[in-house]
RNA sequence: GUGGGUGUAGCUCAGCUGGUAGAGCGCCGCGUUGUGGUCGCGGAUGCCGCGGGUUCAAGUCCCGUCACUCACCCCA
């Protein structure tokens, strides 16, 4: 038996690599355009952050972790989500003091030790934002747009927003009543009135049409909040609606994370089947208080870079024509090698992306290669070549090729390729 | 934790009521000794996941086991 992979773990080898890398990156993007910086974060922690963040009710702290003891008897965990740990590094870094809000992305692993299925893995990355220290309607319309057009920017189009409100805290534990009261009267397999007990209004999220079915009539948060809250939500609403960013009411969205409070949303799309949530976040009033910062409310997002992914393939948007064309330098035979060496090196200094692929047997084999390789451009380097000091430029698609002096070599590829030159380099 | 499906060539898979292993794609070579893709011809490749059992005979049937996968719970 050979070694493989842990289970659950996505591998996303050549040339998929490149093609997950540019959609994590495009997801990041819209972030950066708005001035979010970026922060860098560990991937393991005290346990005690997400177990107090987190809240232990959660099938994430309760069951899905992965913790270890290290040596000097500290109880860590991989990290399950980001929020948690970017607040601990604002309150630990005093990040609050230099004016509110904070605003700052991450991107990265993160681990949950889940039965995988489609989309659902035990490592899986995510980029996200919190903008923290700041309650404006406008700052959370400002999040889910963020999130709108990370997606839309890959190609997405058959995902939507769903939004709905959970509440403040003045509101949520009269509903929470109501809620459980109505859930008590159900027939409920026991597993389901522990979670009752627990977290009711995660027992709206059960997609079992037995339980579904007991549930139409179940009171909703959004009918019983509190006239600053339904407010603030309607306002949200209306700063989405003007900015032409569609969304649907999800009076049943639930969330994992119990920090959330009032506005919370998800981006679900149709293709993925039963992992259908592409990313997702919310408001949080309490979480930065209660992790011992300032009393501060903050708002973020994580989305899912493996299900957006696989949302790419479900959409059939070809991921590979927006990646950086290619060119591959081959050099016939092994005697000018040292000649195509020198260029490769020129042509990379130049911002080039160059595939020096060294003494092929013939052209005709430095060819085959140069296709496999998907080249755009090949650049030949043989005795003609060498001998009027020159090389050739071959578009591959179409067959064309032209021989240019080597010191004009730059300039030529430069002005051949002025039409979207940046195509042909790396950002 | 619960339920279903699948393990055969590098990849995707076919292989009927048991008779000693196949296709497509890919790969290598030749047609073409300086021109790739298309086309034609030729070629290589398998402990049929692993262990046991039934049988004259097992990829095929039975038992076990491991792995993968999809779905539930839950989540990005």
Known sequence: MTIQAPKGVPEYVPPQGDEFRYVRDQLATPAILAGYKYIELPYFEDVALYTKGIGESTDVVSKEMYTFTDRGDRQLALRPEG??????????????????????????????????????????????????????????????????????????????????????????????????????????????????????????????PEIQKQLVDAPLMINYLSDESKQYHESVKHYLLEAGIPFV????????????????????????????????????????????GKDVSGIGFGLGVDRAYLACEAEGIDIRQALPKSMVLLSIGETHDPYAFKLAQELRANGFIVDYQAHAKNLKSGLKNADRLHAAIAILVGDDEVAANSVSIRMMDSGEQIMVLATNLILELSNRLTLGSNMWKEA
């Open 249 to 292: 009411d999800a009076p049943r969205l639930v969330r994992g994370l119990d920090y959330y409070t009032r506005t919370t949303f998800e981006f679900v799309h149709s293709g993925l089947g039963a992992q259908s949530g592409i990313g997702g976040g919310g408001r949080y009033d309490q979480l930065m208080g209660s992790l011992g």
């Open 83 to 208: 929020t948690a740990g970017v607040i601990r590094s604002v309150i630990e870094n005093n990040l609050t003091q230099n004016g509110l809000p904070i605003k700052i992305w991450y991107a990265g692993a993160f681990f949950r030790a889940e039965r995988p299925q489609k989309g659902r893995y035990r490592q899986l990355q995510q980029v996200g934002i919190e903008a923290i220290g700041a309650e404006s309607p406008a700052l959370d319309a400002e999040v889910i747009a963020l999130g709108y057009e990370a997606f839309r920017r890959i190609g997405l189009t058959k995902f939507e927003i769903q939004l709905t409100s959970l509440g403040d805290s003045t509101t949520r534990p009269h509903y929470r009543e109501v809620l459980t009261s109505f859930l008590s009267k159900l027939d409920l397999d026991s597993e389901t009135q522990e979670r009752v007990k627990l977290n009711p209004l995660r027992v709206l999220d059960d997609k079992r």
